[in-house]
């Protein structure tokens, strides 16, 4: 079993930051893929940045230059720094933690989820 918890989520303005936490129950965090998804109101998911296990990252395009994801192996936890919030990034923002355990099979693993919402 993998559990994630998100924090940091809150009320900001436009223009504001927000960072946000996941924090893996498993020592074995450092061998996951790991990602931010979030979904807002009335909306599909979509994917906000990734993090693998080897380091490299990725970033949704609406996102990119102001969002940064980072984890601390050490820590067992995923960071999502967010910069110059716009009110277009009002979601529920999920921690999600993915695993190859064999070909074409993986296992993941979702937080419950944290509120981010930008208004004025």
């Known amino acids: 079993q993998m559990d994630l918890v998100e924090s940091g989520g809150g009320l900001v303005q436009p223009g504001g930051s927000l960072r946000l936490s996941c924090v893996a129950s498993r020592s074995s965090f450092n061998a996951y893929d790991m990602a931010w998804v979030r979904q807002p109101p009335g909306k599909q998911r979509e994917l906000v940045a990734s993090v693998t296990a080897g380091g490299g990252k990725n970033y949704g395009d609406s996102v990119k230059g102001r969002f940064t994801v980072s984890r601390d192996n050490a820590k067992n936890t995923m960071y999502l720094q967010m910069d110059n919030l716009e009110p277009e990034d009002t979601a529920v923002y999920f921690c999600?933690?993915?695993?190859?355990?064999?070909?074409?099979?993986?296992?993941?693993?979702w937080g419950q989820g944290t509120q981010v919402t930008v208004s004025s």
């Open positions: 999600n933690a993915r695993r190859t355990v064999a070909k074409f099979e993986t296992v993941d693993y």
